[in-house]
């Protein structure tokens, strides 16, 4: 991205956005009065919250602790188990639903959204077309000079109610500058000649559009926050994203003499928030249903002090909140995932950031002065960050519509609560039944491995070292009778045991609808041995994965993208991506592989190629979608017949007429030499109908002539 992209009417319109915010402390008493006792109603939003989701941190801690091979600590061994081994099923089943995601989510090498027209656009046109050939150009005036009204083709003849050439060209919206060759030519809708070129308003405002929210995401490093929602959401169960925020980039600039001077933009971005750091209204099952989301923040001292550069934020707030040192307290889950737990502190801050819907009076009450324009309001949406007991925010939502910009997409759906079911969670009885079958297996095989020796110390000399190793002598007694040593092999049921582990892998596969052979396990018998047959298995296994992409389309990819879209529409005041559009989540439709979809795209090119259904395609779309199908960027490699049209047109304003030559034996003209005389048309060297080749002379013209005709020299023998 061009730093120059973001003007500095972009980030004005961002800073001056009309959101009412509470002003900074003083710097002599470092009181703050406005804040009042809001402080008490964040912290008791944040402890109704995480005492609200225990039982869910109990869950994910014992995901976790599969994923990594731990057993939990209510795992108690015996004294006979010798064995400690830790079979990590869990985490193959994981990583590969965490891989089959993300190559959903990202084979074609960009952000799953985009951007289209709505069915019936407002304020900007959907199609417009004019005439490219004269002729038929021609024809229509002919008809409109001989009708009263213009015959009744169809709706593209004919303007809108109230609609004029001007209405027209307010309705091009960023091809309004391109069409102007032609803009009195225009008409509003689909073109029925083959001769017709059409223009979609519409849709170039829509990828336009796009095109920026794509580079806004790209420059953001959407990609990589998705891939990281996308591991917790195939962990846990439930992945997070918040945005789009008003973030300082820095794009690093030197001068000429080599000093450094970066460039400091105010741009859109996006991030994913841990899991483990979101508390979400307890009452609420999903987003739309939540009144206010907590997050929790551990941030280093600079990264404090960085939050004075950005908008509404309380600098000498944030001073007082630094001096206070470093009072961040670890949780439970996070000593408990720590290898080396000894600390109960961090060197760190710990910050709130609340986000949600207050009522009026509750802000009244807190001594939060409300606007004039909003003491009316009932409620109001506001954004709060508390530090070391200090509001170093707070700000009515900027957004329009007001939203709170979180999104959390859940693996598995729960419908009684806000968090989904994972990977580890639905196989979590399965891997404990594993681990138990394997350490059986293995504690059977070293007690079946060795032999048990029995010896009858009566038969042996007393006071003799009874250790085994090869070459060991012993001394018995003298004339005792019988053995004395015996060799005992104990039975091997470890066979058994491998046969019950095989049983719950099976059971592992039925309970995660995850397959083994879906992540690479070998052996696989029946229909799975031919290359059809796998094929038929892998589209099967695709249905639950099916399941979880059509989640992350609906719960984080679209509200995401309409963010955005709103984001760049609030404060970004270029017309050329406005519209009346809408955003649609792509994350499905790469389930169809691109190889699939272009050879689809290439038999319907065949079937076009007949004559007699030549008129009924749009020959420029198919070959525009069979780019996209390759991953090739149509507009690269695809030429617009409509822009050559406009172009064309272009050419013919600034064409010269030439003048007509007089017909041969004509008058001459004035100062011109004198005409010879008429020669008939297709008669004399230079007529259509000569084919002599002479090129408008008379010598040499003809065949020669043969032995007894007329001019024949030569002998004759």
């Known amino acids: 991205m061009d730093p120059e992209d973001f003007t500095t009417d972009f980030e004005s319109n961002l800073e001056s956005a009309e959101s009412a915010h509470i002003e900074d402390v003083s710097t002599e008493g470092m009181t703050d009065p406005k804040a009042g006792h809001i402080i008490d109603l964040v912290m008791g939003k944040f402890k109704k919250a995480e005492d609200a989701r225990y039982v869910d941190e109990q869950r994910w801690m014992s995901a976790y602790r599969n994923y990594r091979g731990i057993y939990n600590s209510d795992v108690q061994f015996t004294e006979a188990e010798k064995s400690r081994v830790f079979v990590k099923v869990t985490k193959t089943k994981t990583l590969a639903a965490y891989g089959q995601i993300v190559e959903v989510l990202f084979g074609s090498q960009k952000f799953p959204l985009a951007i289209d027209p709505t069915t019936l656009p407002e304020g900007v046109a959907e199609t417009v077309h004019f005439e490219a050939n004269p002729q038929a150009e021609t024809a229509m005036d002919e008809l409109k000079e001989a009708f009263s009204s213009p015959p009744i083709f169809g709706p593209d003849t004919e303007l809108q109610p109230g609609d004029t050439a001007n209405s027209i060209k307010n309705r091009l919206g960023s091809l309004a500058k391109k069409l102007e060759p032609v803009e009195d030519k225009l008409v509003e809708g689909v073109g029925s000649l083959p001769s017709s070129m059409n223009f979609s308003p519409a849709l170039v405002a829509a990828k336009k559009m796009q095109k920026k929210i794509h580079d806004q995401l790209e420059e953001s490093g959407a990609n990589k926050q998705l891939r990281l929602s996308s591991f917790e959401l195939a962990l846990f169960g439930t992945g997070i994203m918040k945005g789009p925020f008003a973030v300082n980039k820095e794009y690093p600039n030197w001068n000429e003499t080599g000093d450094y001077e970066p460039t400091i933009k105010t741009v859109p971005s996006t991030s994913h928030v841990s899991l483990w750091n979101f508390y979400p209204d307890p009452d609420a099952a999903n987003m739309d249903e939540a009144e206010y989301i907590v997050e929790r923040h551990k941030l280093s001292r600079s990264q404090v002090r960085a939050l004075k550069g950005r908008p509404f934020f309380r600098d000498n707030a944030i001073e007082k909140s630094l001096g206070m040192g470093e009072t961040y307290e670890k949780k439970w889950w996070e ?36 606007p004039k324009e909003l003491k009316d309001s009932e409620q109001l949406s506001v954004n709060i960050w508390v530090c070391n007991s200090q509001v170093i925010r707070l700000v009515m939502n900027p957004f329009k519509p007001a939203l709170i910009p979180y999104y959390a997409v859940p693996y598995e759906l729960n419908p009684y609560s806000f968090f989904g079911v994972g990977i580890a969670e639905n196989m979590d009885d399965t891997q404990t039944l594993m681990n138990g079958f394997m350490r059986m297996a293995v504690d059977n095989a070293v007690m079946s491995g060795n032999l048990l020796i029995e010896i009858d110390e009566t038969n042996l000399v007393p ?14 007694q003298g004339g005792a009778p019988g053995q004395a040593i015996f060799g005992t092999k104990f039975p091997n049921v470890a066979g058994e045991n491998m046969q019950l582990f095989d049983k719950a892998r099976v059971l592992a596969d039925e309970s995660t609808g995850f397959p083994s052979f879906a992540h690479g396990q070998t052996g696989v018998q029946g229909v799975g041995r031919t290359a059809s047959g796998i094929s038929m298995l892998m589209s099967a296994a695709n249905g639950s994965i099916r399941n979880v992409i059509k989640n992350v389309d609906d719960y984080m990819l679209g509200p995401l993208g309409k963010a955005f879209f709103n984001f760049n529409m609030q404060f970004d005041f270029d017309p050329s991506i406005k519209g009346d559009l809408e955003v649609r989540a792509q994350g499905t439709e790469s389930l169809m592989a691109n190889e699939v979809r272009s050879q689809r795209l290439t038999q319907f090119l065949q079937v076009v190629q007949n004559p007699a259904l030549a008129p009924f395609a749009k020959m420029d779309y198919i070959i525009r979608e069979i780019a996209v199908s390759m991953d090739l960027d149509p507009d690269k490699v695809t030429n617009s017949m409509q ?75």
């Open 335 to 370: 000593q408990a995932m720590e290898d080396d737990a000894q600390e109960s502190k961090a060197q760190r801050y710990e910050l709130y950031e609340f986000w949600g819907y207050v009522d009026t009076d509750i802000l009244k009450e807190h001594d939060v002065d409300i």
């Open 643 to 717: 822009d050559a049209a406009v172009q064309a047109e272009i050419f013919k304003q600034f064409a010269q007429p030439l003048p007509t030559p007089p017909e041969a034996g004509g008058p001459p003209q004035a100062g011109g030499p004198p005409q010879g005389p008429s020669v008939p048309q297709g008669e004399g060297p230079t007529g259509p109908q000569d084919m002599g080749g002479g090129g408008g002379g008379n010598i040499g013209v003809g065949a020669a002539p043969a032995p007894g005709e007329e001019g024949f020299t030569g002998n004759v023998q």
């Open 463 to 476: 006071g003799q070292d009874l250790t085994l190793y090869p070459g060991k002598v012993f001394r018995r």
